[in-house]
């Protein structure tokens, strides 16, 4: 090599230095930019319908009433800024995304850019507000992703999930900041009751989704196919790496995708980009109204909030965004279980102090003999789920040969949510048993008419319904010391009414020690 050569050579590689430290110029990227190897792959994009379905269900959970109303007055009507930088060069969105990275690599392409473009420009309001919510939602985030050595940055992903509501409910039933659906959170040990959901928890639900995405990443050994099957199950990310011939990196298996995960992995990359950067596009975190300087009391009898609010003078609101795992204002527990009541840390001690005003408070009124009121039943006007604000219910009375999948699609509701408001279990209903329904107002008239007149007392209806069963469906059960119809009705999956009403039985002091009992058989 000539020693002009080398000259030559090495004013390339100072330029090329130069460059590599400062943000270039604009410049127009045909291609994807990955930030982990500076490879180039073909071009990634997602047409507007796939933005359209992101967007909707922004706007969705950002208009509901909780959200609207966690936010002090004075920051909710202001007007927004319409001074923002548009048109920015590529260069600078991939110098940004460089600078942002920690362990999961932020890819730059057309996909990427659309949806930094619908947070940064079309939903401006939307992004405000949860930049308000993450000063309080993310110290938890990180904290499980710290306990569990997982990259932090996965504290963006219920930006895309929930919009940092607790409370939000997809189309689909998924349910919370990580968006659960009710059998995966099931598996993750997540309790839901007709009192509790878990889901809505923002600690417990907070280390089940750190849990889980920890098993997917042990899977795939790869952070961008983890977080789509976080999205769409290991199952349909499996499905696309065998459509692909094998292929196992995500954007080589893109197009295999269920059209939404398609947008999923460029969605995270540019809420991880707004949240890093949104200064840049003049946007301002706005103030929630709840308080966020919280600490947490463990409660071992039934508590009502209204009873907390009353004694305490707390705002029933504020009390409802700390605490959205309970779904009917009710804390159900007992000294056998506690459960967390969070509270700004000015009341905790108050309520220390005042613990037995609080729990006495009305108490006849919320628990009659100190017991819980059946969440379905007529009497039952203080516990409607928050979740069916706006829809009317409805009892419907299962009949021999009713299944859950039969009523939901009767109603058009949706299995999970049929299960979910009236605490089904494995799809088990029995003959007589009313279920709660939440239909629109405008409905409720037309399903009314299309059920049959039936008897009042509840007791003819469990008997007709029970007497329609064959002899085949039963079986036999000898009473032991001690036994209740209600211990024998769960061991059986009946409810106590049943096993007195095909008894022929009146009362618990109708049992007899070896009285032989008709009762349903196992399945």
């Not at 390339?12 to 990227?29: D, G, K, R, S, T």
């Not at 700004?344 to 613990?355: A, S």
Request: with cysteine; aromatic share 12%.
């Amino acid at each position: 090599m000539t020693k002009k050569q080398t000259i030559i050579i090495a004013l390339l590689f100072a330029v090329i230095n130069v460059f590599a430290q400062a943000e270039p110029e604009l410049n127009n990227i045909e291609t994807a930019v990955l930030a982990d190897n500076d490879t180039v792959a073909p071009v990634i994009s997602v047409d507007e319908e796939e933005i359209s379905v992101f967007s909707a269900r922004l706007d969705s959970f950002s208009q509901s009433w909780e959200v609207k109303n966690a936010f002090r007055l004075d920051t909710l009507d202001y007007h927004l800024v319409d001074e923002y930088p548009k048109n920015i060069p590529d260069s600078i969105y991939v110098h940004r995304l460089q600078k942002a990275q920690q362990v999961i690599d932020l890819s730059y392409n057309p996909a990427v850019l659309s949806f930094i473009k619908m947070y940064t420009e079309r939903k401006r309001d939307q992004v405000e507000r949860m930049l308000g919510l993450s000063d309080y939602y993310f110290p938890m985030f990180e904290e499980f992703l710290d306990k569990h050595n997982m990259p932090l940055e996965l504290k963006y992903l219920p930006i895309i999930e929930s919009a940092l509501d607790p409370r939000a409910v997809s189309r689909a039933g998924a349910v919370g900041l990580w968006q659960f659906m009710f059998g995966t959170a099931k598996l993750l040990n997540l309790e839901i009751t007709s009192f509790v959901d878990e889901r809505r928890d923002p600690v417990k639900s907070s280390e089940a989704a750190v849990l889980y995405l920890k098993k997917l990443f042990d899977i795939y050994n790869d952070w961008y196919l983890a977080i789509a099957a976080y999205n769409c199950g290991p199952g349909n990310v499996d499905k696309a790496i065998r459509r692909s011939g094998g292929k196992t990196g995500y954007w080589e298996i893109y197009n295999f995708l269920p059209k939404e995960t398609r947008g999923y992995v460029p969605l995270f990359i540019a809420a991880t980009y707004v949240m890093n950067f949104y200064s840049e596009h003049n946007l301002t975190p706005r103030v929630p109204a709840m308080p966020t300087a919280v600490d947490t009391v463990m409660v071992n009898r039934y508590l009502h909030f209204d009873q907390i609010s009353s004694v305490l003078g707390f705002n029933h609101e504020n009390l409802k965004a700390l605490n959205p795992m309970y779904r009917r204002g009710v804390i159900p527990a007992t000294a056998e279980k506690s459960y967390p009541l969070v509270l700004p840390h000015d009341k905790v001690q108050e309520f220390i102090d005042k613990d037995s005003l609080v729990f006495a408070w009305e108490r006849s009124k919320y628990f009659p003999d100190n017991k819980l009121a059946g969440p379905v039943e007529k009497n039952a006007g203080y516990f409607v789920p928050d979740d069916v604000k706006g829809k009317s219910k409805i009892t419907y009375t299962v009949k021999s040969g009713d299944t859950v999948g039969g009523i939901a699609k009767k109603y058009h509701v949706s299995i999970n949510d049929l299960a979910y408001w009236n605490n089904i279990r494995k799809n088990m209903i029995r003959a007589g048993q009313k279920l709660a329904i939440y239909v629109p107002e405008k409905n409720k008239a037309k399903y009314e008419a299309s059920e049959p007149k039936t008897e009042n007392a509840s007791s003819a209806v469990v008997a007709a319904a029970v007497s329609s069963e064959t002899s085949d469906d039963f079986d036999y059960y000898t009473v032991k010391r001690g036994d209740t119809p209600g211990e024998i009705a769960r061991q059986f999956g009946m409810n106590p009414e049943d096993i007195m009403s095909l008894n022929g039985i009146s009362s618990d002091k109708g049992l007899q020690i070896g009285q032989k009992l008709k009762v349903r058989k196992k399945i």
